[in-house]
């Protein structure tokens, strides 16, 4: 499918940033000249919380500014790392005195591209501190990593090292409680359809109609295993065993469940998926805390569905439940 509700692909982000600030102008801004999403109240005096990356995952990452989470959202081109100018931009405009944390998922333009600015806002004598999210059991190297990949659960990052920040926590403080989540959460994905990015002629990957793919990224990125389609118990069977095995999760453990959709499933599908998790999850005794079902960070309109799996202590569930303004998130 070729058709996008696109005017100009070499304009598409500029305008999506815009377009998110004017829906909520009030708690919103953007900052001059780039691509980048603040808090209208920005700097507080607290730990500020940036995050970013390609665009083309929303409503990752801008959709996350706001109270409780992000200070500060870098939105790069679609599927590619933001430029250390912009991510520089973010956290002078956030930093507020204490601190500057970065939550950066593991792709090598992220990584990198996040730690040169980190080092120009040094520089500058802002203190900035970062954590690298890896929470993909699909792939220990790809095309974009050296290492696992970061998805879906850097939700949870944002959400809880963001309610330490508020709380007033230092900037140690919170990068603790950012690494302890980082350790104990896992993500598997696979998709059902590719997708195609606005500058394209071709998706990124081709699927038959009686295909599936197994362990896709959120670039549009083929994953690990091709198979002919299976029901959705059967899929998340094994979506679901790999994420359960990798830590692992055992009987008696307090689990956050994020059912996510990659941006062209519909919600009566995730809903199946997570009713499926759920039996699994009994049948294993592990205990479901909360649950989220939705569109968290997506892969333009690829159809298909990631797990997510975050073991709970009684700082996280605590932080977890905090107040934010982000709905999806409460």
Same mark, same amino acid.
């Given at each position: 499918?070729?058709?996008?509700?696109?005017?100009?692909?070499?304009?598409?982000?500029?305008?999506?940033?815009?377009?998110?600030?004017?829906?909520?102008?009030?708690?919103?801004?953007?900052?001059? &000249? /780039?691509?980048?999403?603040?808090?209208?109240?920005?700097?507080?005096?607290?730990?500020?919380?940036?995050?970013?990356? &390609?665009?083309?995952?929303?409503?990752?990452?801008?959709?996350?500014?706001?109270?409780?989470?992000?200070? =500060?959202?870098?939105?790069?081109?679609?599927?590619? !790392?933001?430029?250390?100018?912009?991510?520089?931009?973010?956290?002078?405009?956030?930093?507020?005195?204490?601190?500057?944390?970065?939550?950066?998922?593991? /792709?090598?333009?992220?990584?990198?591209?996040?730690?040169?600015?980190?080092?120009?806002?040094?520089?500058?004598?802002?203190?900035?501190?970062?954590?690298?999210?890896?929470?993909?059991?699909?792939?220990?190297? !790809?095309?974009?990593?050296?290492?696992?990949?970061?998805?879906?659960?850097?939700?949870?990052?944002?959400?809880?090292?963001?309610?330490?920040?508020?709380?007033?926590?230092?900037?140690?403080?919170?990068?603790?409680?950012?690494?302890?989540?980082?350790?104990?959460?896992?993500?598997?994905?696979?998709?059902?359809?590719?997708?195609?990015?606005?500058?394209?002629?071709? !998706?990124?990957?081709?699927?038959?109609?009686?295909?599936?793919?197994?362990?896709?990224?959120?670039?549009?990125?083929?994953?690990?295993?091709?198979?002919?389609?299976?029901?959705?118990?059967?899929?998340?069977?094994?979506?679901?065993?790999?994420?359960?095995?990798?830590?692992? /999760?055992?009987? =008696?453990?307090?689990?956050?469940?994020?059912?996510?959709?990659?941006?062209?499933?519909?919600?009566?599908?995730?809903?199946?998926?997570?009713?499926?998790?759920?039996?699994?999850?009994?049948?294993?005794?592990?205990?479901?805390?909360?649950?989220?079902?939705?569109?968290?960070?997506?892969?333009?309109?690829?159809?298909?569905?990631?797990?997510?799996?975050?073991?709970?202590?009684?700082?996280?569930?605590?932080?977890?439940?905090?107040?934010?303004?982000?709905?999806?998130?409460?």
């Amino acid at each position: 499918m070729k058709k996008k509700l696109v005017n100009n692909p070499d304009h598409v982000v500029e305008e999506m940033v815009e377009g998110i600030v004017l829906a909520d102008p009030d708690k919103l801004s953007k900052v001059e &000249g /780039y691509n980048v999403v603040v808090r209208k109240d920005s700097p507080n005096e607290k730990v500020a919380l940036v995050s970013g990356g &390609g665009s083309g995952h929303e409503p990752t990452h801008a959709g996350f500014v706001g109270e409780g989470m992000l200070d =500060g959202a870098i939105a790069g081109d679609v599927f590619t !790392s933001p430029t250390p100018d912009a991510v520089f931009e973010a956290i002078k405009a956030v930093d507020g005195g204490k601190g500057v944390l970065l939550v950066i998922k593991n /792709y090598t333009g992220d990584v990198m591209n996040f730690e040169m600015a980190a080092e120009m806002a040094e520089a500058e004598g802002i203190e900035v501190d970062h954590v690298v999210v890896d929470d993909d059991v699909a792939v220990e190297d !790809s095309l974009y990593t050296t290492g696992r990949r970061g998805v879906a659960g850097t939700i949870f990052v944002h959400k809880i090292a963001g309610a330490k920040a508020e709380a007033g926590a230092e900037l140690a403080e919170v990068k603790e409680v950012a690494e302890k989540v980082i350790k104990n959460v896992k993500t598997k994905g696979m998709a059902l359809y590719p997708c195609r990015v606005p500058s394209a002629e071709e !998706s990124t990957f081709t699927l038959d109609e009686d295909e599936i793919e197994l362990g896709i990224g959120i670039h549009g990125e083929p994953g690990t295993e091709r198979t002919e389609i299976m029901k959705a118990d059967d899929i998340l069977d094994e979506l679901l065993g790999s994420v359960i095995e990798d830590l692992p /999760y055992e009987s =008696g453990d307090d689990v956050a469940l994020m059912i996510n959709g990659m941006g062209g499933t519909p919600l009566m599908e995730l809903f199946v998926a997570n009713r499926r998790a759920n039996q699994v999850l009994e049948e294993k005794g592990i205990n479901i805390y909360k649950t989220f079902v939705g569109e968290y960070m997506t892969s333009l309109e690829m159809a298909g569905v990631s797990v997510t799996l975050l073991k709970l202590d009684d700082e996280l569930k605590e932080l977890l439940d905090a107040p934010t303004e982000i709905n999806i998130m409460k």
